[in-house]
């Protein structure tokens, strides 16, 4: 064949090539296939401190340690707090003591007591009221002195005011206690038992433990430090479930939805992970900084979160990493 005619054929077969690459030279709309999505490991973590103050006695984990939920971390010294609790023991015991005595009333003896003391006191009285009638007509003639008549008059006055008090004191001794007295006394033991508790939990607060379970990421403070409340001493990571942040774009919102499996690669790793997508934001917003191009700062995603269904140590928070759709529904036409 001469070059003359292979050059036509030559050609033609160019310009076919290049239409079955560029669809049509962009004529033609896109088929549908697998989507690609782009996103990091998502990062979490959680910052963890004492909720009371103190000096801290000791740090059994380091930095990178895995820990379990539950696994202790630090102690604070508990010599100050053990001293308050045995107070704090001492003053339910004695409010307890209280409240059974008004309970139980008043015993035998107080009663017998009280009526010997009415006794005494209403013999002094009939005394006191003999002296007073017999020198009562003595007092006129001059019998008695002025003064030894007063000293009578005083006498038995005193003595029908003692009687008077007398009388009232066995009347509550063998009444008992008044409602109130023992309502008052129950509300100090609730008030006492509070102040227990109270204590006991700052006693449990001196050890702290892990919320969940995760890896120790920063250990803030040392053995010997002094901590206010809530002062960060532990950073822990929370690496399971493991969670990858993922945008989609609003022209492919269409093509994915909840509980869709997808799968997960990282640059330099050779395992594709597999995971779900568990959540699609209801709201739009600008592409996110940490994936922002010139071309794509004006374009609007959504964020979607995946949960990997089998993670391992090589995915690391804050990685980035594709996410492929291969069962993505069709474009919109």
């Known amino acids: 064949m001469s070059p003359k005619r292979l050059i036509p054929i030559l050609i033609v077969a160019a310009l076919i090539v290049a239409a079955i690459l560029t669809r049509g030279f962009g004529l033609l709309p896109k ?16 910052d963890l401190g004492f909720r009371v103050g103190g000096r801290i006695a000791e740090i059994p984990v380091e930095e ?14 508990k010599s100050s707090i ?8 001492a003053q339910v015991g004695q409010a307890q003591a209280e409240l059974l005595k008004l309970e139980h009333g008043s015993r035998a003896q107080d009663v017998a ?33 002025r003064g030894i008549w007063d000293t009578t008059v005083a006498a ?5 005011a003692q009687l008077a008090e007398a009388k009232a004191a066995y009347s509550l001794v063998k009444t008992g206690p008044r409602a109130e007295d023992i309502e008052a006394a129950r509300a100090a033991l609730k008030a006492a038992q509070a102040a227990r508790g109270r204590i006991g939990t700052d006693l449990g607060d001196t050890r702290l433990l892990a919320s ?19 002062e960060t001493v532990f950073t822990l990571a929370i690496d399971r479930p493991l969670r990858v942040r993922a945008y989609v774009a609003e022209s492919d919102l269409s093509r994915i939805a909840p509980g ?18 568990g959540y699609i934001s209801p709201r739009a917003e600008f592409t996110p900084k940490s994936v922002e191009t010139r071309d794509l700062r004006t374009d609007l995603v959504y964020r979607l979160r995946i949960n990997v ?14 996410v492929g759709v291969p069962d993505a529904r069709p474009a919109a036409k």
């Open 212 to 230: 969940l379970d995760g890896t120790v990421v920063t250990r803030a403070r040392e053995p010997g430090a002094i901590v206010a409340p809530g």
């Open 31 to 46: 088929a549908d296939g697998p989507l690609s999505l782009y996103g990091n490991v998502d990062i979490r973590e959680v």
């Open 82 to 89: 053990d001293s308050s609790v045995a107070q704090a023991e």
């Open 64 to 77: 990178g340690a895995r820990v379990k939920k539950g696994d202790l971390l630090a102690q604070l010294d």
């Open 309 to 322: 269904d089998d993670p391992d140590g090589a995915l690391r928070q804050g990685q980035p990493v594709t």
């Open 113 to 145: 007591q009280a009526q010997a003391r009415l006794a005494a006191a209403q013999a002094a009285a009939n005394d006191a009221a003999r002296d007073y009638d017999r020198r009562k007509d003595l007092v006129g003639p001059g019998a008695i002195s």
């Open 260 to 277: 869709m499996k997808v799968t997960v690669s990282a640059d330099g790793n050779p395992k594709q992970y597999q995971g779900t997508i």
């Open 156 to 160: 038995r006055d005193r003595a029908q």
